[in-house]
């Protein structure tokens, strides 16, 4: 009996000290990553701008900075997450006093610049021009073709009001609802996202319609006339226009990106058990889904620091993307591609850029990437 209880004590004595060293070591890498996020970015002699945006036109194997031209605070600020995106007509920039357009097939760093006549940050395509927005919903269109920004939806805030009075910080401020996200539909619907409910309009807005309740932090992707929508549920899909919503995806936790892909749709649902993103793929316009990218999650040793305060966070699942032939995933520690439709994943070798994570945005074969300063 003796026996046995010394040779439990001689393997504590080894179990013990090891895992002290190993909770030692990875303290010291927390610490490390802690002091690498405050230092600034060193500027150099050259006013020249780099590392705010990067291009790829072949898979991610290679990278052009096509920075040259920006505004130069954005080397130290970052870029908004709903201040660009892609298109055939290349990629857009909501920043500084202006608006910028890189064209889609210029080889060498070329912006061109619009002073833009308001304050709204973010920006979003449209079927008839670019619409820009903030988040007490003052709305900025300019039409296709045109040089001039009009206001649009002037009467959205009056009848979001009269449709929804719930009492939140921003209508005990503002007398106001707090717009999240805007969303034009192929056929011409649109819809707004608020704090607490999602509208639609089918008239060029002139006139809403409230179509969710208690739930308006939406995003929206729509594939072949069905319509998806992220919610504090998990994932909402509507098959007539936006008028009636079902849930189609929930894991206990909230949806955090959706986006169409060839034949259907790719989604992010926060997973409240293991506390981890995940994602989906529907390829029959969302009726069916299939999970994809468990390589992607994080490492148990990383979940088990996080759990015990060690990590604040582990790398998470933040975006997903189709860039031709392959879905891309953005997460928080890099950028990763799938040619087998999220089976395996490669990490892509990108240029060096101090960031906390990218925001990815795709046109057809084209991927850019704008590193996170902070986030």
Known sequence: ???????????????????????????????????AKRKPIKEGKSSAIVNVIFKSADGGQTWQDISEGLPENLQREGVWRDGLFANDSGLYLRAGKGVYHS????????????????????????????????????????????????????????????????????????????????????????????????????????????VHLRDGRMKLAESDGVLLATSKDGILRS?????????????????????????????????????????????????????????LQPSWSSSLMKQIGLFKSSPEILSIKQMGKYLVCGRSDGIFRSADMGKTWKKLLLPAAENFGFNLSVSGNVIYAIPNKGC
Not at 129 to 141: H, M, S, V
Not at 264 to 271: L, R, W
């Open 239 to 295: 098959t007539d226009d936006g008028e009636n919503w079902d849930r189609v995806i929930s894991e206990g936790g909230v949806g955090i990106a959706v986006e169409r892909i060839d034949g259907g749709f790719a989604a992010i649902v926060n997973n409240t058990i293991t506390q981890t993103n995940s994602v989906h793929i529907s390829l029959d316009s969302g009726k069916t889904w299939n999970a994809i990218g468990e390589e």
């Open 1 to 35: 009996m003796f026996y046995l209880k010394f040779k439990k004590m001689k393997k504590l004595f080894v179990f013990v000290p090891a895992i002290v060293l190993v909770l030692f070591l990875l303290n010291s890498f927390v610490l490390k990553e802690k002091e």
């Open 103 to 210: 064209e889609p097939n210029s080889t060498t760093p070329f912006w061109t610049k619009e002073i833009f006549p308001g304050n709204q940050r973010n920006i979003t395509p449209g079927n008839n021009g670019i619409l820009a927005y903030d988040f007490r919903g003052r709305f900025l269109q300019k039409i296709n073709g045109t040089n001039n920004w009009s206001p649009m939806y002037t009467n959205f805030q009056e009848q979001a009001v009269r449709l929804d009075r719930t009492v939140d910080w921003m209508y005990k401020n503002y007398k106001e609802r707090e717009v999240r996200t805007v969303f034009e539909t192929a056929a011409g619907t649109v819809f707004i996202g608020t704090g607490n409910s999602l509208f639609r309009s089918t008239n060029g807005g002139k006139t809403w319609k409230q």
